[in-house]
């Protein structure tokens, strides 16, 4: 048996043969003249039906992506079109038309951009598979696919086929198709290293989906050990379900709200049928992303308004923009940086361009006349003097407004962790964003690949950061609420639970699995685990203990 590890991105075991898939070669035909047009035409025809037919079939996650699939097919086909004028022949013309857009965007050198990047490699595979009638390869039900790269519409063709899991030697957690896999519930790994080397068309794999480890040719004990851990896990996942329409008390009866992480509204129905308490975090540089031009302010307080109506009592927290770092608009001017995390980000951003920043206010007073659940937040705050800024630009703006909104401030830079004594004065709750604050605290950039073994956010430095910003934020009773992905973690939810942190803002769909491990565990217990692990000297010694602890109140088959 051989073990390789990789980045665990969506979780679930699968066993299975291997179906090694090489990459797509483009030995096409040409083809040319009056025939260029109508191939064209009839392979827009069909990718569109094929979309659709996922769109209709696939959860709004999944069906979001796909829709803005479609409109770049649309747009894509239009510039071929001109180019098929022009005389060149079909092949040519669509691989000219998005190689132009790979190269442009490979440019900005962002990460979110870089999804964008994917979709179009995506839709040229898709395009020119249909103008050229190829058919994607076909694999036997509950095989587990090996692949260099997996597209998104690879993958769903795949899933209709019964596959049992994915690795996949490239992608990031955050990639369109990772979030396609958990959606689908698909275990997968990525980053696995030369697996499409290592593994031979036939072999038996294991894919543990919750350690990233993949088993190839494991032995017959081995097999019989991850059968029952899958058997397991489909029981768990019944339990899950049956936690999320209840609240997440403890055994011995404290209260700490699940709510969600949301970047449109489709997230946000996600997030109601799974129970969520509200919103804890709508990102909304990514409604401003999914947009050509920038909202007028009448047009995204609609949009917080049908958001805010859907959660009837239930808390919005809107986040203000978070452009910057790794996240510019394309159609809104940002300077060239040599560090652009530590740049013009967020309410640096804002504050130096405020015409942008009291538009967004302006939606903000104007929903909330209308709806009294919403809170906002400001990202990447890093003095008082911004708190005081942004509190009197909303002054302007409504001196009631600036009574009536409930007021916070994202704590993710560690330079607010020395000012916490005079920041809980300024403010009605805090929100501790632990992507960004791992990274700032560990100097380690969150998208280099180089550095990330470095990043840890369950290591004891940030353990310790977030139990000093509870301590404050008791002291002054104002809620506190952990919004990062160490929140969607379950091995750190007792930790966050034993710390005193009110609130879980969590991935849609995790909040039933969330919900479930809090019902389960008692605060006083969890109040010692939390004292322990900040003792401890890195983040394994932590995951160590937690799993002790968990076992205990969870039982000694949990999957992480
Ligand atoms: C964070 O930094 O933890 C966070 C929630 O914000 P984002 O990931 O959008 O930077
Ligand atoms: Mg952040």
Redesign the pocket.
Known sequence: MQIIKGIPVSGGMGIGEAIVIQPVIQTTTEITGEDAKSAILNAKKNTIELLDEFIAREPPEVADILKAHKLMVDAIVSEALEEVEKGRGAVAAINSVIDKYVKLLTASGSSLIQLRVNDLIDIKNTLLENLTQKNIEHVKKGSIIVIKEIQPSQLLRYKNQGIAGIVSERGSYTSHVAIIARNLGIPAIFGAKNVTELVKNGDLIIVDGFSGEVLINPDKNTVELYNAKKKTFTKLIQLFERAKDKHAITTDGYKVLVTANIGSEDDLNTALINGCDGVG?F?TEFYYLSRQTLPSSEEFSRILEKLANKLEEKPLTIRLL?VGGDKPLPYLSSPKENNPFLGLRGIRYLLKYRGLLKSQLQAIVMASSKQKNIRVMAPMVSTIEEIRLLKEEIKKISPKAKENIEFGIMV?VPSTLFLLDKIIKEVDFLSI????LTQYLFAVDRTNEEVSHIYDDMHPAVLRAISEITKHAQKKRIPVDV??ELASNPLAVPILVGLGINELSVSPTSIPLIKWIIQNIPLERSKRLAKEVLTLENGQEVREKVREFLKEYLGENIPW
């Open positions: 975090l990102r978070d993710e964003g632990t992507n960004d919004c990062g």
